[in-house]
């Protein structure tokens, strides 16, 4: 069972614990107590000093400290600052049992052999946190964070980050001068005549997949649709902006950057434009760790449209009432370049759908010969209810088989969000190991990443950075 079936309902016995504020040190073995909510963050050793968890109230950059947050997230200190890792959220009215009976939790968390299977549970209650020690060899010892460092890392390190991609952009995140914008994609266009990690096709160009090298660590993120926040949101989290910058990871765009799905702004393409002048930005930055796939949306044909809007035409007329036909030719180009598929050592991707035949590896490289074969990489769906004509397990397999990789061989898609409220749908239509993820929910964004040896999903709050960004001063304070 998945790390996120395992959170269950908070138990109803748990006003009989013992109510105690953690000052100093609180050991546990074999029972429970009852922490009202104090505003700062615990630490707590699971048996060992090799063991150590931080759980933080989880706060946005401008959330009020004392607040009684929705939810807490635990993580492992020895690696959350230092390279890609993971953490775990509870929410309140819920529980969480940790141990290593769960192989997600340990590899988010990076437990010793020295914690139990089940180790201690955690409960969040309206004003409280319930733990209780499940009779672990080691117990569990609680203790308060209250140096300052400590408790306002996290939101330091974020801060900072925003710091970073303001530089990265050149200043405030906005619209580019006519002349900056022409200069900033032809410069992408040439990196794209020779992008990295992708096989070449017959024509001597680089092909339809890219091909994400071993020991370099995927992010990838779903259908962003111009929500520029959820991308800057992703950037200022986790270790994800400095192993970019230091090349041990690469930032995969799996689709549809453009093209709002709000229903007050699908026809207002300024975001869309500010969009992919932040993607380019980035891709001079990384030009070797920034990568877009390429979906339906991200086009100006003239069949790409919502909810009956023309959203593709739209797109052209904007591009061109704005840029110019010059611009709008350098678009063309630089989606024609786009790769279709990604594969790497534990990763299949691609926007929207398995192909509807056996494919082989030389035919995805040559994908942009076959029309056929590329509209159903980006427009099909898996069959539900509402889509009876759509894809299935059966589908998925052919195309890990046609490459040769193993039955439950991870394949995340985006494109085809199965409610309005999520951002991840693990094992999608019943199909195992197969994903769905979408970037532009306005609360949470969702990311796939590597931890430890497998694809970890993980989901991040939102809230409006771009804003933020801008009125940063100049000068880091």
């Known amino acids: 069972m998945g790390l996120f079936k395992k959170t269950k309902s908070l138990f109803a016995a748990s006003k009989r614990y013992e109510s105690v504020e953690i000052s100093g040190t609180r050991r546990l073995q074999g029972e429970g107590i009852r922490v009202p909510f104090q505003g700062f963050p615990l630490q707590i050793y699971l048996g060992s000093d090799d063991d150590k968890l931080h759980l933080f109230p989880e706060r946005l950059l401008q959330s009020h400290p004392v607040a009684s947050p929705s ?66 060899d080691g117990g569990t010892t609680l203790s308060a964070l209250k140096v300052s460092d400590e408790i306002e890392g996290p939101l330091r390190r974020r801060q900072k980050k925003l710091y970073q991609i303001r530089e990265i952009f050149g200043g405030p995140i906005q619209s580019l001068p006519l002349v900056e914008a022409q200069s900033l994609l032809e410069a992408v266009n040439r990196i794209m005549t020779q992008e990295v990690h992708r096989p070449i096709n017959t024509s001597g160009r680089p092909g339809a997949v ?172 898996v069959k539900r209810s509402g889509y009876p004509g759509g894809y299935t397990a059966k589908d998925v397999k052919r195309f890990r088989k046609g490459l040769r990789l193993a039955p439950n061989f991870t394949f995340i898609v985006g494109h085809n969000p199965l409610n309005d409220t999520e951002t991840l749908w693990l094992n999608a239509g019943d199909i195992e190991n197969h994903h769905i993820i979408y970037g532009a929910n306005l609360h949470a964004i969702g990311v796939f990443t590597r931890i430890g040896d497998g694809m970890i999903p993980l989901s991040y709050k939102t809230e409006p950075l771009l804003e933020v960004i801008n009125a940063l001063p100049d000068i880091q304070i």
């Open 71 to 136: 939810g807490i997230v635990l993580f492992n200190p020895a690696y959350y600052y230092s390279r890609i890792s993971g953490f775990i959220r509870l929410e309140r009215g819920k529980k969480l049992v940790l141990g290593r009976s769960n192989p997600e939790q340990t590899a988010i968390l990076s437990y010793s052999d020295r914690v139990n299977d089940r180790h201690l549970t955690i409960a969040y209650s309206d004003d409280s946190l319930i733990f209780r020690d499940l009779n672990s």
């Open 210 to 381: 890219l091909r994400i090298p071993d020991e370099v660590t995927p992010i990838i993120i779903g259908d962003l649709h111009a929500q520029i926040d959820n991308l800057i949101n992703i950037l200022s989290e986790n270790q994800f902006l400095e192993c970019l910058e230091n090349g041990t990871a690469c930032l995969i765009l799996l689709g549809d950057t453009v093209h709002s799905e709000l229903e007050d702004q699908m026809e207002n393409m300024t975001g869309s434009m500010l969009m992919m002048d932040f993607i380019f930005k980035l891709k001079i930055r990384f030009p070797n760790q920034v990568f877009h796939i390429r979906g339906n949306h991200d086009s100006f044909a003239p069949d790409v449209s919502k909810g009956g809007i023309p959203q593709g035409l739209l797109w052209e007329k904007h591009i061109v009432t704005e840029r110019g036909t010059r611009y709008k030719q350098e678009m063309d180009r630089y989606y024609d370049q786009l790769p279709y598929v990604v594969l790497a050592k534990d990763l299949l991707a691609c926007h929207a759908s398995p192909p509807s035949r056996k494919v082989t590896l030389e035919m995805l490289v040559n994908a942009s010969g076959h029309r056929g074969l590329i509209e159903q990489l980006i427009h099909n769906r």
